[in-house]
């Protein structure tokens, strides 16, 4: 979740490609490009982010951090995947420290392990096992994201996705707001090609067939329905055949092969742990290998603005960037009621959300 102010993977400040580079004429082959995907994954407008972090912890200590020697790890700056999990930028309990954000949203995907949020608002979370958290930072917020190690029998393992979502410049200083997906609310729908074999679609953002998502923040640019966000993962049965529906003229698609050996796009041969960026306004038929695969799809009207990027904010010139940094020295967006940098959330399982007004959901 590379989130954190000063983040190795933390993005440079070349903005995302524009609309204006994506329009193809009809002759355009369906596969636009595509690269390898590396630590940090290459995005489209409106995203700005995409990591995938996928750490086999182990048994945790008293403490919810690894039963594990330290030794020799940058603690503090621990990305280094040679080491078989990371640290990160936590020096106890793995994760991301308090750190602030302005002018954009994650969007927290856990597929397995749990996440502990405590922010600036007083607002607190314990999340994962196939739950969503969507933070619109909007005007400032500060935020920690801790991995506690519950598990002191056996292992911990942890996998998510954390990715970037700009706001317009109208909406860049929204009360900052965060919505819970939790998973038994996440729609889930399994395609059967002609042969049976499935595909099985979870729809965080972006109708799929019957399937409507949960709503996403108010201000979000994926609350506007003609912006087509769509964030979905795809499971494909081995030999599973499954065609992406069209989206709209200029609609930005981009397609995270990360799990399984082989794949098509149209005929055009995929390999494994691969990005392509696709053309969206036209079917897309996928054709699995001979093992079970999984990809994530970020689709999105681009937003089309400037794009400054430093660390832990992104606006739309460089004055607004030097100005996050001088409000947040003043204001501290809030301060921070917690007691440590770190905070995680006991050893009680429960999945919940306190929200800053108070009110505490819990996971059904």
């Known amino acids: 979740m590379v989130s954190a102010p000063l983040a190795s993977a933390c993005r440079s400040d070349s903005p ?12 355009t082959p369906l596969v636009l490009s595509s690269e390898p ?8 407008d409106p995203f700005l982010f995409c990591v995938h972090h996928d750490d086999p912890y182990p048994a945790g200590n008293s403490r919810l951090g690894p039963a594990a020697s330290l030794s020799g790890r940058n603690l503090g700056q621990d990305f280094d995947a040679a080491n078989g999990w990371r640290m990160y930028h936590g020096q106890v ?31 607190a979370a314990r999340y994962g096992h196939g739950d969503v958290q969507w933070l619109t930072a909007g005007k400032g917020i500060v935020h920690a994201e801790m991995f ?18 700009n706001l317009p410049a109208v909406d ?9 997906f939790w998973q038994k609310t996440i729609p889930q729908r399994v395609v059967r090609d002609a042969a049976g074999k499935a595909t099985e679609v979870t729809v965080i953002a972006g109708r799929f067939a019957d399937a409507a998502p949960n709503a996403p923040p108010p201000q979000s640019w994926a609350s506007r329905a003609e912006a087509e966000v769509a964030i979905w993962t795809l499971k494909l049965e081995a030999g ?41 306004d036209v079917p897309a038929l996928l054709e699995n290998g001979p093992d079970e695969s999984e990809l994530l799809m970020l689709q999105g009207k681009p937003i089309g603005e400037p794009v400054v990027q430093s660390g832990p904010f992104v606006m739309n010139t460089r004055a607004e960037i030097q100005q996050a940094y001088s409000d947040f020295r003043s204001t ?3 301060g ?16 919940f959300a306190r929200h800053p007004d108070g009110r505490t959901e819990r996971a059904t």
Do not use: C
């Not at 204006?20 to 002759?27: E, N």
């Not at 506690?148 to 979502?165: K, M, R, V």
């Not at 921070?336 to 999945?351: I, L, N, R, Y």
């Open 332 to 334: 501290r967006f809030g």
């Open 148 to 165: 506690p190690l519950l598990d002191s029998s056996g292992p911990n393992p942890l996998e998510l996705f954390q990715i970037w979502l």
């Open 172 to 180: 860049k200083f929204a009360d900052p707001h965060f919505a819970m």
């Open 37 to 44: 995907l590396e630590f940090q994954w290459q995005v489209l």
């Open 336 to 351: 921070w009621p917690w007691q440590s940098d770190d905070p995680v959330h006991g050893q009680e399982p429960t999945h």
């Open 93 to 123: 309990v793995p994760g991301f420290p308090s750190h602030p954000h302005r002018g954009f949203e994650t969007v927290t995907v856990v597929r397995r392990g749990l996440v502990d949020h405590s922010d600036s608002l007083g607002a």
């Open 240 to 280: 599973a055949k499954f065609t992406l529906p069209p989206a709209a003229a200029g609609v930005n698609r981009k397609l995270y092969f990360f799990r399984g050996t082989s794949l098509k796009i149209s005929g055009f041969e995929l390999a494994s742990r691969t990005g392509a960026q696709l053309r969206g």
């Open 16 to 27: 995302p490609e524009r609309a204006d580079q994506l329009v193809h004429p009809a002759s």
